[in-house]
């Protein structure tokens, strides 16, 4: 069993910050990439940012140069700094972890965090 526990979601005002934090914990799992993806009220989940074991990160385009993601290896924590916050970034953020378990390839995602950015 792999659990993943998302912290961080809340109201922030257009212009601030939030810092999303996922801490993955349970069975024996060898971490691969780590993520984070969001959706908005009527639309599809659509990735967000996205970090290699090797620390290679990728981030969508409306996020660029506004959001970080990093990871704490030690600490099996992806985290998501995001600055410069938007309205149209109001959505649920939800982490995911890819990977091998088992022997065999598996994805899991947190529970979602609801981030709420005011105009």
């Known amino acids: 069993q792999v659990q993943l526990v998302e912290s961080g979601g809340g109201l922030v005002q257009a212009g601030g910050s939030l810092r999303l934090s996922c801490a993955v914990s349970g069975s024996v799992f060898r971490i691969d990439a780590m993520g984070w993806y969001r959706q908005a009220p009527g639309k599809q989940r659509e990735v967000v940012a996205t970090i290699t074991s090797g620390g290679s990160t990728n981030y969508a385009g409306a996020v660029k140069g506004r959001f970080t993601i990093s990871r704490d290896s030690a600490k099996n924590t992806v985290y998501l700094q995001m600055d410069s916050l938007k309205f149209e970034d109001t959505a649920v953020y939800y982490c995911?972890?890819?990977?091998?378990?088992?022997?065999?390839?598996?994805?899991?995602w947190g529970r979602g965090s609801q981030v709420t950015v005011s105009s």
């Open positions: 995911n972890v890819a990977g091998v378990r088992l022997g065999m390839s598996r994805a899991y």
